[in-house]
């Protein structure tokens, strides 16, 4: 046996709207094994926390060991650390209220389970291990199936009374579009993908002629995943254009108004779109960050995630360390 796998591997779990990514991590951090596989639409909590548990194993195959007896999972929703429950993970079938994640999870791998909200966990690693060891202060924008967010201030995650850091939810257009938080006008009104989807619907219903949900179909997927749209905006797509600049201008107007704020050193871009339209959609929200910036003249750095789509498990597996 090497001796990564005698070091006591963990597994970490990134949950997220669409798809599943677990990895298996050594003690030094290597990846060891990992697998992904598509977040169920059906079956309600119990359908997910079986697939968490089904990812976990088959990394563990991959990795060549037996399950960890360390599981993290980086989940979307409102985490509460000391019970080991999520609250309003909307984008996740079952997960409206509260779910005891956790015990359930644990209990069908027979390991202990930690908690941590998704893209606090990612940012956790970004800072660790990615590109945000760079800077003291950043603020990460994920953007993928809704747009999570994240403050790091002087390397250490900034949390408030458990809530901080939801860019996403930050008002860019009063009385805007209907966000699926409820609210009017957020950032992931516009720029999340779930928003997107259900507005391109909403015009293809009217008359627009759009080539995503052709893709979508010779993808076998129900949804508008980020490879659609990336495929749909090399071909030009019309409507793909005009969701896309509506986002890019929402994230920029968001992110800018963060840095008003908290006059961070530089945005880290990640989430599954965020990653796969990569650097010249960073250069993008930098440009269009600049009208709303008090101090244009000495704008942040806009960088794009180090470790991309494995970003937010290998964090999960660093909690559970």
Request: with cysteine.
């Amino acid at each position: 046996m090497s001796s990564s796998l005698q070091s006591s591997p963990r597994a970490g779990i990134d949950l997220g709207g669409t798809k599943i990514q677990s990895v298996i991590v050594a003690e030094d951090g290597q990846v060891l094994g990992s697998e992904r596989r598509a977040t169920p639409t059906e079956g309600g909590a119990k359908a997910i926390i079986a697939a968490l548990a089904g990812s976990v194993h088959a990394a563990a195959k991959d990795a060549g060991c037996d399950v960890p007896k360390r599981v993290g999972v980086g989940t979307p929703g409102s985490v509460d650390v000391q019970l080991a429950t999520v609250t309003g993970a909307r984008n996740l079938v079952g997960f409206e209220g509260t779910v005891p994640l956790a015990a359930m999870l644990g209990a069908d791998l027979d390991a202990h389970v930690v908690l941590g909200n998704d893209v606090g966990v990612a940012l956790d690693a970004e800072t660790a291990v990615g590109v945000g060891a760079e800077y003291a202060s950043f603020v990460g924008l994920w953007w993928g199936t809704g747009i999570g967010g994240g403050v790091v201030l002087r390397g250490k995650r900034w949390v408030g009374r458990g809530a901080g850091g939801e860019i996403g939810h930050m008002v860019v257009k009063m009385g805007g579009r209907r966000c699926p938080c409820g609210r009017r006008g957020c950032v992931e009104a516009y720029a999340g993908r779930r928003a997107m989807e259900a507005e391109a619907r909403r015009l293809h219903e009217r008359g627009r002629k759009s080539k995503l949900f052709h893709i979508a179909r010779k993808k076998d997927s129900e949804h508008l995943k980020s490879s659609v749209w990336s495929k749909a905006l090399e071909k030009g797509d019309t409507v793909a254009t005009e969701l896309i600049d509506q986002a890019v201008h929402a994230l920029a107007a968001g992110a800018a108004s963060a840095v008003n704020l908290l006059d961070v050193e530089a945005i880290i871009l990640g989430g599954g779109l965020g990653t796969r339209l990569g650097e010249p959609y960073a250069e993008r929200i930098a440009e269009q960050m600049k009208p709303h910036l008090f101090r244009p003249e000495r704008p942040p750095a806009v960088r794009v995630s180090k470790l991309g789509d494995l970003g937010g498990a290998i964090g999960a597996a660093l909690l559970a360390s």
